[in-house]
């Protein structure tokens, strides 16, 4: 891990910002459209969660692109929350499935490489 090169370092970061960005600006047209409950089949608090993800994917990319640890944790744990949160809503609430919804099969891809990465990039950034 100590040994990652600076050119992929930059590269990832680069590129989940650059898709961090991508959700933050789905959320916000979310948001202008449709205020902050913009999915009538899903429960308030999910609503919430997906509306909240307009600031919180911006501020993770902007950590990121400032070489901040911070933006890799909070990247992890946007991740991590709102990979459960689309599986809780294809499986548990829409009674779809992963094949059906090639939106949590990007976003699936995506939280598998951001928390590969994470430990080898981390340590490469500044507190």
């Given at each position: 891990m100590h040994?990652?090169?600076?050119?992929?370092?930059?590269?990832?970061?680069?590129?989940?910002?650059?898709?961090?960005?991508?959700?933050a600006s789905a959320h916000v047209t979310d948001?202008?459209?449709?205020?902050?409950?913009p999915y009538d089949?899903?429960?308030?608090?999910?609503?919430?969660?997906w509306s909240s993800l307009a600031l919180f994917d911006a501020l993770a990319a902007l950590f990121l692109i400032r070489g901040k640890r911070r933006g890799t944790d909070l990247t992890c744990a946007i991740m991590a929350t709102d990979l459960a949160a689309n599986w809780y809503a294809v499986y548990g609430i829409q009674h779809s499935d992963l094949a059906a919804q090639?939106?949590?099969?990007?976003?699936t891809l995506f939280a598998a490489i951001v928390l590969g990465t994470a430990p080898f990039i981390r340590r490469h950034l500044t507190h």
């Open positions: 040994h990652t090169p600076r050119w992929a370092v930059i590269s990832v970061c680069v590129i989940a910002s650059a898709l961090l960005f991508v959700g948001l202008l459209s449709h205020g902050l409950h089949w899903a429960p308030d608090w999910l609503n919430l969660y090639p939106g949590l099969q990007r976003l």
